[in-house]
């Protein structure tokens, strides 16, 4: 009598829970005993990986491609600095406060971007953020369009500064793998993959189709929220220019394509890439990033899974399985 | 005021000329060009690379890259573009965002980030003087009656020949089509190849008219958009009537601030879609 049983992880999969926690647990440390250079590192690197992840959420699993995913990026960057420099906040603390407020934005922001499908939503979502960017640029008490610095860290003394900032980003980039991976497993998470292959097919079936995107959407931008006001807690100076520059879009897509789009290990594979050629290369400047853009078309003609979908279909690599598989035993 | 309107228009029509390639190849084939800016871009550079070398009148110049645009869209749409094309915009938005970040790099290399133009042979300088005391510049009359004439043809070439007839079926259904005898990678290829020859000549009057420099087309990409979506998909009037739109709210919202023109062009925009998504004077679905 043959017995049958639904699995979901793999033995990869667990090691890599163990191998993840041991990793995380080690970086944990490093303000005991690394440079403070290392640590500027992380903090940005991490920026890119929560943004990119959230830029993976959004396009790869909920099939809404942004090009302006950095309007919010820039608006969790400004809210943090004002609630720091204007109301008193501790900066740390306003992180997370300016997250949630990108992702308030987001529901009115997305009364008008829904009104666009496919390329034109990419655009118009583009167009969106450059009405942020001139915005902010417009505000004089935040410095108009030369920007200003965050002044509310002042009292603080440098090494408490950067180890802080460190642990916050270590902790954001777990919590973001953490509420990403959830939420696909998720009955919801069941739903989105759904929507993606057929989005008439998935209505039919009772999904509130137009709910989940607007879900997947603020949660989007929350993650880039997140991120921006972990950058610019890190970097310590804000300008419109900066905050809101299509190159944060570009390079998360950058990353996803990579590593391969509507993966998880799609945006950690494509982050760790990244780095290693901004690391050697950017000092090449234009070579440079035609070089990136040069990749990114090959990959897509040529690798649509991207480097991470490669290793999976050729070894059946999966760390983070969110299918369920079926394993009949005798 | 009458002059604020005037120069509207005619900007409008410099917009216009943005947008109908973006208008053609979205019509066809559902591509959304994100580095139409930056095409522009490289038309301006590559016409006043060409000036430099053999210093002929512009409208020779432009008449030259116009082959050259032409044989570059089909090349590209035959060998590069169709093979991102699909239900998933992602691959052909990441394709041309690429090709929008190689062409700006590469230009920055070649030319530098500063801004250049091209010597217009004194078109830029003359005017005609319009009753009612005021004088409105040959230059941007030239390019409004282009772009009336680009709209026309396009609108005409869509309507009344077989390769209009052609670009229609692909787009209403690309297998029924294939059925019937056509080979949609080569309509494509010519509906791209067609909309470079208007980008050429938009990249052609806007280094007349102004000054470009290689960073400029993502902006150059959001007001052919706007202008593609005030006046709704799929209709080339439409479109023309959208940049029209466009460049009156900017030209407007400049004479009441220089730091708000192009913000308030963005927000009319905004408001034509939550007011009216599907445009002005849609035609296409989906």
């Known amino acids: 009598m043959a017995r049958a049983e639904v699995l979901r992880s793999t033995r990869a999969s667990r090691a890599a829970l163990w191998i993840g926690l041991a990793l995380v647990a080690f970086a944990a440390s490093m303000p005991l005993w690394a440079e403070s250079s290392w640590m500027r590192d992380f903090v940005e690197i991490a920026c890119y990986f929560i943004f990119a992840m959230m830029w993976n959420l959004l396009a790869g699993y909920g099939g809404m491609v942004s090009i302006g995913q950095q309007a919010f990026f820039g608006f969790g960057g400004y809210v943090m600095l004002m609630l720091g420099n204007f109301a008193g906040f501790n900066p740390f603390v306003a992180v997370p406060v300016a997250a949630l407020a990108a992702a308030l934005v987001a529901v009115p922001v997305s009364w008008v971007a829904f009104r666009l499908q496919g390329g034109y939503f990419a655009i118009g979502t583009w167009v969106i953020a450059e009405v942020f960017r001139l915005g902010f640029a417009n505000l004089s008490f935040v410095g108009g369009g030369s920007g200003t610095s965050l002044t509310a860290l002042r009292g603080i003394d440098k090494a408490t500064r950067e180890s802080t900032t460190f642990w916050m980003a270590l902790a954001c980039v777990v919590a973001s793998v953490a509420l990403v991976y959830l939420f696909l497993r998720s009955k919801q998470g069941l739903a989105l993959l759904a929507i993606r292959d057929n989005e008439v097919a998935a209505e039919s079936q009772g999904i509130a189709v137009a709910k989940m995107k607007l879900a997947v959407y603020v949660v989007a931008a929350f993650g880039a929220g997140l991120a921006g006001a972990l950058y610019f807690v890190g970097n310590l100076r804000i300008s419109p220019d900066a905050a809101f520059s299509v190159n944060w879009t570009a390079f998360a897509i950058f990353m996803v394509v990579i590593g391969g789009i509507g993966r998880i290990e799609g945006p950690l594979v494509g982050a760790l890439v990244f780095f290693l050629l901004n690391k050697f290369f950017s000092d090449f400047g234009t070579w440079y990033l035609l070089g990136l853009g040069l990749l990114a078309i090959v990959v897509t003609i040529f690798f649509k899974q991207g480097l991470w979908g490669y290793a999976q279909q050729r070894w059946g690599w999966t760390l983070f399985p969110t299918q369920r598989r079926l394993v009949v035993k005798d | ?286």
């Open chain 2, 1 to 286: 005021m009458l002059e604020t309107l005037i120069q509207g228009l005619l900007l409008g029509g410099l917009y216009c000329l943005f947008a109908l390639g973006l208008s053609l190849m979205f019509g066809v084939m559902r591509l959304t060009n994100t580095a139409q800016g930056d095409f522009i871009v490289l038309a301006a550079f590559g016409a006043i690379a060409l000036a430099s070398l053999v210093a002929a009148h512009p409208s020779l110049v432009a008449l030259a890259l116009l082959p050259i645009a032409f044989a570059a869209g089909y090349a590209l749409q035959r060998w590069v573009l169709n093979g991102t094309l699909g239900k998933d915009p992602l691959p052909s938005l990441v394709v041309t965002f690429g090709l929008s970040i190689v062409i700006q790099n590469a230009l920055l290399e070649v030319f530098s980030a500063d801004p250049r133009s091209l010597e217009s042979g004194g078109l830029a300088t003359q005017s005609l003087a319009l009753p009612g005391g005021f004088a409105v510049g040959v230059l941007p009359l030239l390019i409004f009656g282009a772009a009336l004439a680009c709209t026309f043809a396009l609108q005409q070439l869509f309507e009344r020949t077989a390769l209009g007839r052609a670009f229609r079926a692909v787009s209403d259904d690309r297998e029924i089509a294939e059925l019937m005898g056509l080979d949609a990678r080569k309509v494509y290829a010519l509906a791209t190849a067609i909309a470079f020859v208007v980008i050429a000549l938009a990249g052609v009057f806007q280094a007349m008219r102004t000054t470009v420099s290689p960073s400029d087309g993502p902006l150059l990409l959001l007001f052919a958009f706007e202008a593609v979506i005030i006046g709704g998909m799929g209709s080339f009037w439409g479109t023309f009537v959208g940049a029209m739109v466009l460049g009156l709210t900017q030209q407007i919202g400049f004479r009441l601030d220089p730091g708000w023109g192009i913000w308030f062009g963005h927000l009319v925009f905004l408001a034509v879609l939550v007011v009216r998504p599907q445009g002005l004077f849609p035609k296409t679905r989906g």
